[in-house]
């Protein structure tokens, strides 16, 4: 099979190809994925500044300043183009009169919620353009079956198109040995927990704090290491910690840390938190859980599917402090050393990168063979 992945957005912030590499890490990781897992090639086409190529570990990247649709049919007319994201609409469109008809197209979600906002620009006109876009693919991958009921409902996926589970993501992080990563951290608590995620309203870090604040009175060895880069709710988290006599001290804002070395800030951490009102999937959760930190999170589709449900760990409800608190006390007073090797088995056989290129693998084969058998029984014109 040859797969070629698309990429329409452009990051502006990067200007270098080999760096925009560097930081797509979840990009080079899927597409050597699916090298491993027996794909006959693999291409990427990403949007960029400038035209340029690389070749790493079997995967041609091809950055294009425009004509990405044109780009795809590069050497080998692939059987499949794999799109990242809901929101490209007419680059889908123009893949599917790119490639001949028995070629088949996914679209990946990775986070396009389709909020009341969106769902106001893509009223009239708009809308018709978007839905004939996406109409085009044959099939969608989102990281929970839920998170495709809003674009099925606004009409933008059709019946007749097929949905498939997905993670967004694998990780190929693994546990450092623990002593070692307290004292690489400084990450401490009995229980130890860890944030990872940008300060801001969606990732709600003032509802977790006001939920550990309260479960201090029974966890009075416990504390918080959060560790983020986007800071846009830092004084008000400040203002909160400053406020509580309970919260200081027990409370370190770690800031930004270098990705490589999240894996013994993970492997330090008894217990992950996390109080995202949505996500695509939850890069940092797939880590946490391959470093074997137990999960507290919330109940939103993409954190239940990748904690069976909350049977690894335990979710609880956005925005509620006092159900957070709750969990968290539940889930100390379990055998936190037994549930967090549970947890790093269970990310063995679900979230490392084999096993994603293995369950894309999967789902494009069938998405392929269902494509060629409408065109084998649609009536002649």
């Given at each position: 099979m040859r797969v070629v992945q698309v990429n329409a957005g452009v990051d502006e912030r990067v200007k270098d190809p080999e760096e925009l590499l560097a930081r797509c890490f979840t990009l080079r990781g899927w597409s050597e994925a699916l090298v491993e897992a027996g794909a006959r090639s693999v291409g990427v086409v990403q949007r960029f500044h400038r035209d340029a190529t690389i070749v790493r570990n079997g995967v041609r990247y091809l950055f294009r300043r425009r004509g990405v649709a044109a780009a795809v049919r590069h050497g080998a007319v692939p059987d499949l183009v794999h799109v990242n994201g809901l929101i490209f609409p007419a680059c889908v469109w123009r893949l599917r009169r790119a490639v001949p008809d028995d070629r088949a197209i996914v679209v990946?979600?990775?986070?396009?919620?389709?909020?009341?906002?969106?769902?106001?620009?893509?009223?009239?006109?708009?809308?018709?353009?978007?839905?004939?876009?996406?109409?085009?693919?044959?099939?969608?991958?989102?990281?929970?079956?839920?998170?495709?009921?809003?674009?099925?409902?606004?009409?933008?996926?059709?019946?007749?198109?097929?949905?498939?589970?997905?993670?967004?993501?694998?990780?190929?992080?693994?546990a450092v040995p623990r002593a070692a990563a307290r004292q690489a951290t400084g990450v401490s608590g009995s229980p130890a927990l860890l944030w990872v995620g940008r300060l801001d309203a969606n990732k709600d870090p003032l509802t977790v704090l006001v939920g550990f604040e309260r479960a201090l009175a029974m966890l009075p060895n416990a504390r918080l290491t959060m560790v983020y880069g986007d800071d846009t709710l830092l004084a008000e988290v400040n203002t909160r910690i400053a406020a509580s006599s309970a919260l200081e001290g027990r409370v370190r804002l770690a800031g930004a840390v270098p990705h490589e070395r999240m894996p013994e800030f993970y492997s330090a951490a008894d217990i992950f938190v996390a109080g995202s009102h949505h996500e695509g999937s939850g890069y940092a959760l797939l880590e946490a859980c391959a470093c074997g930190a137990v999960p507290v999170v919330t109940d939103i589709p993409s954190f239940a599917a990748i904690t069976a449900n909350g049977s690894l760990g335990a979710t609880w409800t956005p925005r509620d402090a006092e159900a957070f608190a709750r969990a968290l006390a539940e889930v100390s007073s379990r055998d936190l050393s037994a549930l967090g090797r549970r947890v790093s088995d269970h990310a063995d056989r679900a979230f490392r990168w084999p096993a994603v290129g293995r369950r894309a693998m999967a789902i494009y084969r069938e998405v392929i063979a269902r494509r060629r058998a409408r065109l084998t029984t649609r009536p002649a014109a």
């Open positions: 990946q979600d990775h986070g396009n919620r389709l909020d009341a906002e969106r769902r106001g620009v893509v009223r009239g006109v708009r809308h018709a353009l978007w839905r004939r876009g996406l109409r085009s693919a044959d099939a969608f991958l989102f990281t929970a079956t839920g998170q495709a009921a809003s674009w099925r409902r606004a009409g933008l996926i059709s019946t007749s198109q097929q949905t498939y589970t997905a993670l967004e993501a694998g990780t190929a992080f693994r």
